[in-house]
């Protein structure tokens, strides 16, 4: 080919609201990256695409059901889930998905997020961790490292932060993956798994936020944080029997090991309400 | 064809493909990502800009015939907006 | 189904458990809630129902999740509630208003408990009903009822259901802990006599060029696209367009937020409820509502036994707010009388709309306001003639 071709589609836009993009996320953010595995996994899922439902809370990641052409619902920060949950029970063979960010889903949310691992309600969690809150400009979330400079830690984060793969794994989920934007394969992989594994299952995805952490911490644009995950990736087994705890933690200002890979993958039975056989009821008063 | 110590018993069968890679310009945000990670480096960012000012890749000299349709271009974008296609293979 | 939905015949009922059988009969088939007294009896018992009847009953971690789950069943398609008290429904409002963004339909039952704060968990109050109305941010608007008996936690959790799904908004049933936990006569009326009002649905097919929140009809509401159907709908608590898309223009928030506000004022009349007792003659008005307008009603008849015009207008829908009959009054009544178990709420709302004096009884909770407070401030009002200020007269 002597030179690109402009193209009036793109193979995915099917499933995107077309007449909303160029979408709001800033050059070099990762998120477009998850939202187009997310996309492509639903093309090979082989459910109806009226049967897929995405839920998202407030935040950078929050926006893609607005840029999905599917049934979408923006809901409230920190409460996908819980809607989630609902809308799953009243419609099992809905394939529900909830994509949100490390603030949205850990902090705000973070005891719907545990409750729904634990009860093993058959939802879908896709979990962008870009280390901060980016949407309102940068400032500090539950999974800042220690030490990073954000808005509002303009003195290094006095705080520890949550380690995610293990925080789920605890909480009962029983598929939890950790990969970075720039594992698209394996993310779109992953997520095409977990469409076909019932119960509740989480994976994180590390993506650049070169605006809002990047720049606060030395990380240059987006490519630059990219590099750096192919740089420092290494894959692991199993928590807590192959990846110690230590190894799953993540500071992108340090040149360590990032572990990522299939940390769990367990069948637990999945959370159904109540069904009574047709038994005659006793009358009651 | 690089020449290898062992050849591949079925090497004459072997066939390389061949992408054309596809863009909308408007939705490129100059981020990168294509030019940086392709494995051929087929791209690389050019002079033109779109309507918002951003530089939008182009095939880099020499490199017309590299694209091997990895679509790993079309996996790094953040922005839906470029692809390939494969053309035919040598 | 192992159970019947609607128990039809009479029945010796909870208040709480009245409320639960009014919602199974009117189609409710998801709960989420959470255990707080005085209001768990309504959880108890709809989970031990909702299985009977092909429904879904959760308990969520908190009230917050539970308000959640139901807009999210709600947008399933399924009539959804929760049931609450004071420190839960706080803990809701802010997604009252995802409800209303969303004008995805929800009901919520409070059963008030003295407050604020922990308060009173097991005794009874009415200071939430500002809340009801104006507890999460910004413009908008919501119909609330205030059941007085247990029959009435029947009734009205069926009303609430028509009145939500009919013009897709968040619905409340404030009763209190009194009417909540006492036992009464509840008649349940045969299956094809309890009301329904559907939702108003999509008559074209899924194509582009549909728009989820283009309101046609002059009664403000668009159809409703439940989940699952092929209509790929977009539904935000961002300021959206009539596609559903966020849309952060001035005009189309105005236009919006205009819109939400306006189709429950102009739907008023299908919403407002009230009853009146000795109205026709009475020139001292009593208002009162849920259980305190028990002892209104008393005190009113022992003032006219005693010879005093006095007359009960109860408020069975706190909001949209009863104005057309008070101002009906306002051209015969010298004076108002407001009794509620707060300090001073309704009473606010009915200043607004009538120009003579409106005199308090109060009490901040805990016990029911007898009649005594009341008759005695009607006689007061009957004995100092026109010239009374407006003044609260707290009980003991």
């Known amino acids: 080919m002597a030179h690109t071709l402009v193209a009036e ?189 019932p119960g509740f299952t989480f994976i994180e995805v590390l993506a650049p936020c070169p605006v809002g952490f990047g720049k606060s911490n030395n990380l240059d644009e987006g490519v630059e944080e990219m590099w750096l995950y192919r740089r420092r990736c290494v894959p692991a087994g199993r928590v807590p029997e192959e990846t110690p705890w230590e190894a799953l933690q993540v500071d992108l200002r340090e040149e360590r090991p990032i572990v990522v890979g299939r940390f769990v993958d367990e069948d637990r039975p999945v959370y159904r309400p109540v069904r009574l056989e047709d038994k005659p009821s006793e009358h009651r008063g | 064809m690089k020449v290898y110590a062992r050849q591949p018993v079925d090497l004459h069968r072997m066939r390389v493909p061949r992408g054309q890679v596809y863009l909308i310009p408007e939705r490129c945000k100059g981020c990168r990502m294509c030019v940086d990670f392709c494995p051929q480096q087929v791209l690389q960012v050019s002079t033109a800009r779109n309507s918002k000012g951003y530089h939008y890749p182009e095939v880099a000299p020499g490199k017309e015939d590299a694209c091997v349709n990895c679509q790993f271009c079309m996996l790094m974008c953040p922005e839906f907006a470029i692809f390939s296609v494969e053309v035919d293979s040598l | 189904m192992r159970g019947r939905a609607v128990l039809t015949g009479e029945h010796f009922m909870h208040g709480d458990h009245a409320c639960t059988e009014g919602a199974i009969a009117a189609g409710c088939r998801f709960f989420a809630g959470y255990p707080i007294t005085p209001s768990t009896e309504i959880a108890e018992r709809i989970a031990q129902r909702l299985p009977e009847v092909g429904g879904v009953f959760i308990q969520m971690e908190d009230e917050i999740a539970s308000i959640l789950a139901i807009i999210g069943a709600s947008a399933a398609g399924a009539r959804a509630m929760s049931a609450t008290s004071g420190p839960g429904f706080s803990l809701m409002m802010e997604n009252i208003g995802l409800a209303v963004m969303m004008e995805i339909p929800i009901v919520i039952v409070d059963v008030q408990r003295g407050s604020p704060s922990t308060g009173l968990p097991t005794l009874p109050g009415q200071a939430d009903v500002m809340q009801a109305r104006w507890g999460s941010h910004g413009d908008y608007a919501i119909a609330a009822y205030a059941p007085w008996s247990p029959q009435e936690m029947f009734d009205l959790t069926v009303l609430a259901f028509n009145v939500a799904d009919r ?230």
């Not at chain 3, 008005?285 to 307008?293: E, F, L, N, P, Q």
Request: hydrophobic content about 40%; glycine content about 10%; overall charge neutral.
């Open chain 1, 9 to 197: 589609k793109h193979p995915l836009d099917d499933l995107i609201r077309t007449d909303r993009m160029p979408h709001i996320w800033c050059p070099g953010c990762g998120i477009g990256i998850v939202m187009r595995c997310y996309a492509q996994a639903i093309l090979e899922s082989g459910i109806p695409v009226e049967q897929h439902v995405i839920v998202s809370g407030i935040g950078c990641a929050a926006r893609t059901p607005g840029y999905m052409n599917l049934d979408s619902y923006h809901t409230t920060h920190g409460r996908p889930i819980p809607f989630a949950t609902g809308l799953k029970l009243v419609k099992p063979e809905l394939m529900v998905t909830v994509f949100s960010g490390d603030g949205d889903l850990a902090a705000i949310g973070g005891n719907h997020l545990i409750h729904a691992a634990r009860r093993n309600v058959d939802i879908k969690v896709i979990c962008i961790n870009n280390f901060n809150y980016g949407m309102t400009g940068g400032q500090v979330g539950p999974t800042t490292p220690l030490g990073a400079k954000t808005t509002t830690t303009p003195y290094g984060n006095p705080e520890y932060p949550f380690n995610l793969p293990y925080l789920l794994a605890a909480a009962g989920a029983v598929f939890v993956s950790r990969w970075t934007a720039i594992h698209a394969r394996q993310v779109k992989e992953d997520i095409l798994y977990t469409f076909h594994k």
């Open chain 3, 167 to 396: 013009f897709r908004i968040p619905v409340m049933v404030m009763s209190d802990e009194v009417v909540g936990h006492m036992v009464e006569r509840v008649v349940i009326p045969p299956e094809e006599q309890i009301p329904r009002w559907e939702r108003k649905r999509p008559t074209v097919p899924p194509e582009n060029g549909f728009r989820p929140f283009l309101a046609e009809d002059d009664d403000l509401v668009p159809p409703l696209v439940h989940a699952g159907e092929g209509y790929r709908v977009h539904f935000t608590g961002l300021t959206h367009d009539e596609r559903g898309y966020p849309d952060m223009s001035a005009e189309t928030h105005h236009r919006l937020v205009t819109r939400l506000v306006e189709k429950v004022r102009r739907n008023a009349d299908a919403m407002v409820r009230y009853e009146g007792y000795g109205l026709e003659d009475a020139r001292i008005v009593v208002i009162s509502y849920g259980c305190t307008a028990r002892s209104a009603r008393r005190a009113v008849a022992q003032a006219r036994a005693a010879g005093i015009p006095a007359g009960l207008l109860r408020l069975i829908s706190l909001w949209p707010f009863p104005e057309k009959p008070l101002r009906d009054l306002a051209r015969q009544a010298e004076a108002f009388i407001v009794a509620e178990m707060n300090l001073g709420q309704m009473i606010c709302e009915v200043e607004r709309y009538v120009a003579q004096p409106v005199i308090g009884v109060n009490h901040a909770g805990g016990a029911m306001i007898p009649p005594a407070p009341i008759l005695e401030t009607i006689e007061e009002v009957a004995n100092r003639g026109a010239h009374i200020g407006r003044r609260k007269a707290s009980t003991g």
